[in-house]
T-cell receptor, first 114, second 116 residues
């Protein structure tokens, strides 16, 4: 079965700095990839997803991620973060042609400091 | 109404209690999920219902019992829980897009459960 590793449990950055949250996955078949964000006291919501086509995917709130098949990675980036980006970010993977089995990473806590 | 609503938001129960968590989705989706979220661990998929039938049960202890009476409602019945069951329980829903594996899940805010 597929699995996800988020390499950093916590990432502190200053406001307006760039940020990269790392995600690596493992699967023996083709996959779909997702990033979700969880703000305090809320459920997860989708930031962006990669299904096919261009490997650079743009999402909401200025985030983007790049699918790298050779490195089995799907890192999330933002060129300039805001205080409001402080949240928990989850990378997720599901195998193509396999419904109802999305696997999530342990999450990365992004803290944006003034 | 927000898309996926979970009640209660917080629950404290003793190990001998019986309680239920409720999830309601207003999105017209045909699949619903229960996840357990513990600190520093990946979300654990517990149960999946598709078209009101259970399609996934990931070795969850029998002290957790799901119920899906219709496509809009999902319950998680709890009895004789252990302290290690304390966690945030998240409900999600999705709509079959016809592209297996690509469905986006929409989450509720969760129920914070504490077992004493």
């Amino acid at each position: 079965a597929q699995s996800v590793t988020q390499l950093d449990s916590q990432v502190p950055v200053f406001e307006e700095a760039p940020v990269e949250l790392r995600c690596n996955y493992s699967s023996s078949v083709s996959v779909y990839l997702f990033w979700y964000v969880q703000y305090p006291n809320q459920g997860l919501q989708l930031l962006l997803k990669y299904l096919s086509g261009s490997t650079l995917v743009k999402g909401i709130n200025g985030f983007e991620a790049e699918f790298n098949k050779s490195q089995t990675s799907f890192h999330l980036r933002k060129p300039s973060v805001h205080i409001s980006d402080t949240a928990e970010y989850f990378c997720a993977v599901s195998e193509r042609n396999n419904n109802n089995d999305m696997r999530f990473g342990a999450g990365t806590r992004l803290t944006v400091k003034p | 109404e927000t898309g996926v609503t979970q009640t209660p938001r917080h629950l404290v129960m003793g190990m001998t209690n019986k309680k239920s968590l409720k999830c309601e989705q207003h999105l017209g989706h045909n699949a619903m999920y229960w996840y357990k979220q513990s600190a520093k661990k990946p979300l654990e998929l517990m149960f999946v219902y598709s078209l009101e039938e259970r399609v996934e049960n990931n070795s969850v202890p029998s002290r957790f019992s799901p119920e899906c009476p219709n496509s809009s409602h999902l319950f998680l019945h709890l009895h004789t829980l252990q302290p290690e069951d304390s966690a945030l329980y998240l409900c999600a829903s999705s709509q079959d897009s016809g592209l297996a594996g690509a469905d986006i899940q929409y989450f509720g805010a969760g129920t914070r459960l504490s077992v004493l």
